[in-house]
């Protein structure tokens, strides 16, 4: 099973898939490494880890790097651009994302990032989380696949809230890859 990341920052959730993989706790290949931005930190973890990895933009050359790679599963971690309906075609039920709140909830465009933490605090909620989903065409809408919870502390700041979701965020990606492959 080859498995693709697509990518736009620091890839520490890819991270946390390829170290799953190296020690078997995911059985599948990360094989692919696109990146729409060539100062993601992604990049350079694909280079120490030697996987190939492309800065690519355009989706019908993505959808071809996935093809040549023979991608099974595309993770999107921390991706900030829409892949196009082809690419959704093509890998019908093959592509997840991971998103920092427990969906619906804020979710959808400008929703990435301290964005999202700093709603939730604004919000007053005491509980967050992250998600999960199968991607469809609207942002962070697809089906669910796997949710966890994280609960907001008093003195939690933006920053504080975002650390605690994202180490979550790891353990929670790998199970459900894990499940999925
Ligand atoms: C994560 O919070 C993920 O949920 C969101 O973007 C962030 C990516 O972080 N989609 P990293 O690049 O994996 O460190």
């Given amino acids: 099973m080859n498995i693709a990341f697509l990518v736009s920052g620091n890839g520490s959730n890819m991270q946390a898939v390829i170290d799953a993989c190296k020690n078997n ?7 692919l490494v696109i990146s729409n931005k060539s100062q993601a930190y992604a990049l350079k973890r694909a280079e120490i880890e030697n996987i190939p990895a ?12 996935l093809q040549e790679y023979q991608i099974d ?5 921390g991706y900030l651009k ?6 959704l075609h093509y890998y019908k ?15 959808g ?13 604004a919000a007053g909620e005491n509980i967050t989380g992250a998600t999960v989903h199968w ?15 994280v609960p907001i502390l008093k003195e939690d700041t933006p920053q504080s ?21």
């Avoid at 706790?25 to 094989?31: E, M, N």
């Avoid at 039920?93 to 979710?107: A, C, D, F, T, V």
């Avoid at 809230?161 to 492959?181: A, P």
């Fill in 25 to 31: 706790t995911i059985k599948a290949k990360p094989s």
């Fill in 73 to 77: 599963l595309i993770i999107l971690a």
């Fill in 135 to 149: 991607v469809s065409e609207e942002y962070d809408q697809g089906p669910i696949l796997a949710q966890v919870k």
């Fill in 54 to 65: 492309f800065v690519i933009k355009d989706n019908q050359v993505i959808l071809e790097k």
């Fill in 161 to 181: 809230l975002g650390k605690r979701v994202l180490e979550q965020e790891h353990q929670l990606l790998i199970t459900t890859v894990q499940q999925l492959v």
């Fill in 82 to 87: 829409k892949i196009s309906n082809d690419i």
């Fill in 109 to 121: 465009k400008g929703m990435y990032g301290l964005h999202v933490h700093k709603a939730v605090l």
């Fill in 93 to 107: 039920n093959k592509i997840i994302n991971i998103h920092p709140s427990l969906l619906p909830k804020y979710g």
